[in-house]
């Protein structure tokens, strides 16, 4: 399987991990460039636009495209309604894109297991050098061995959705349930 990417761009790690998750759920195949193109229209020197109700309306028309021209349906996640469905979906047919950092960061989850996240950050600075917090979070560079190049970070839940504390949202954190935010992307089948 083709590796996954890493952002180039400071402010594109959503639209890094959209596309990611896209070509994880085409098997690494191939993203579609109109889905390609399309994410990448929704960058500004920001990050991702959506500052207002007019915005907003424009960011879900382009989301809604990307999920026609990718065969995959796109959804939202927030507050309180997050940790529920990152516990629920199936990371066979379906990932998320989570922020982190109480919206600061978006990496993807591409699994769940035994209380773990499997996760990909796209901001290499982030990962380049492995880096573990006893029951909070591993970072593997570039790869975690056997993960068919689609994860470098193990996320526990407990620190996953730990609300702040002095603070500090650094280490993979969610932050407050008002803070969260989840774009879930699931495969038809």
Known sequence: MQPLAYQVLQTSCWVTSMLNGIMLLNNGKHVPFMAYKLLHNLLVKEGVFYYNKEDIKAFEAIVASVGLCSNLKISWESCNTVEPCLMSLDYQHQLAVCDVGAGDHSILISGYENGIFQAFDPYWDSV????????EYEIFSPYMPKS?????????????FATKRNQDYKGYKMGAESMRRATILTQYR
């Open 128 to 135: 380049k050098d492995c880096k573990s917090v006893k029951e």
């Open 148 to 160: 068919g190049n689609s994860v470098n970070i193990l996320i526990w839940k407990e620190h996953l």
